[in-house]
């Protein structure tokens, strides 16, 4: 579904992923973990199209998208959750989604299935159909956010760290909505945590990021008995 080869991307003259390859392939969730600062929001960026790749190359279901805008990604099927959600705060929830929707269908019936179907995966998001984004709490503007991306229809979804600055139970709700949709559906997700027990629970496999370098790469249940794992991110 994803490979990313040899990835470089800068800003300016610094660069900060220094040849990232890595592969997702259909149906898979897979988890990017790392410190802070290690390059994993940029990853993202990169895949999405919406920061450029110095070199290095994306295929998306055997298509060179390295140069493509980030819109004709949307359109092949890649969707973004941003780190931070970014929804659109004074338009209401309905707005939200339906601008979700744009790429893929428009304001067409499809658009109103889909709305349907993520009202269904976060009730919530029915119940403040009529309210402004931006008056939600974080963990309803987090599920807005996946609810948007998933509007267009993506065959990859991007996640970049659903879980930043929500209360675990709020985490596990997602997490939970997360892994049903994924059985349902059969959805390829990439998707970087901060979490990373919740993350290798998610995920099948997983990456670590370090300094803009993948410096380890394995099936989640061998990462999580890995020593150098546990004592880095699991706080063993
Ligand atoms: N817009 C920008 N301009 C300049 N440097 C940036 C920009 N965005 C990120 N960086 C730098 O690129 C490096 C990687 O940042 P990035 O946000 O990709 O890391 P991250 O792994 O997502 O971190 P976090 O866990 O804090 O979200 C950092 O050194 C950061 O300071
Ligand atoms: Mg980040």
């Known amino acids: 579904m994803l490979a990313v080869e040899d990835l470089v ?34 990853l993202m960026k990169t895949i999405a199209g919406v920061h450029p790749a110095a070199s290095g190359r ?25 780190e931070g959600r970014q929804v659109f705060a004074p338009l209401s929830v309905a707005d939200n989604l339906a601008l979700g929707a744009f790429r893929a269908h428009g304001a067409g019936p499809a658009a109103a299935d889909g709305r ?12 403040r159909r009529r309210q402004p984004a931006g008056s939600l709490s974080g963990g309803q503007q987090q599920m807005l956010a996946i609810a948007r991306a998933m509007m267009a229809r993506p065959r990859l979804l991007l996640l970049d760290e659903p879980s930043m600055g929500l209360a675990p139970t709020v985490t596990r709700d997602i997490f939970r909505a997360l892994a049903d949709w994924h059985r ?37 249940e061998d990462l999580r008995a890995d020593p150098a794992i546990q004592r880095a991110f699991l706080g063993v």
């Open 9 to 42: 991307a800068a800003y300016g003259r610094i660069e900060v992923l220094h040849g990232v390859s890595l592969r997702v392939e259909p149906g898979e969730i897979v988890a990017i973990v790392g410190a802070n600062g290690a390059g994993k929001t940029t």
């Open 58 to 82: 994306i295929r998306f279901a055997d298509r060179d998208v390295t140069r493509l805008p980030a819109h004709r990604r949307v359109s092949l099927g890649v969707s973004l959750v941003p």
């Open 184 to 220: 349902e559906t059969g959805l390829t997700v990439l998707i970087v945590e901060q979490n990373v027990a919740a993350a290798l629970d998610l995920a099948s496999r997983c990456y670590v990021l370090e300094t803009g370098r993948v410096v380890a790469e394995g099936r989640s």
């Open 116 to 127: 349907r179907a993520m009202e269904a995966l976060f009730p919530i998001l029915a119940e």
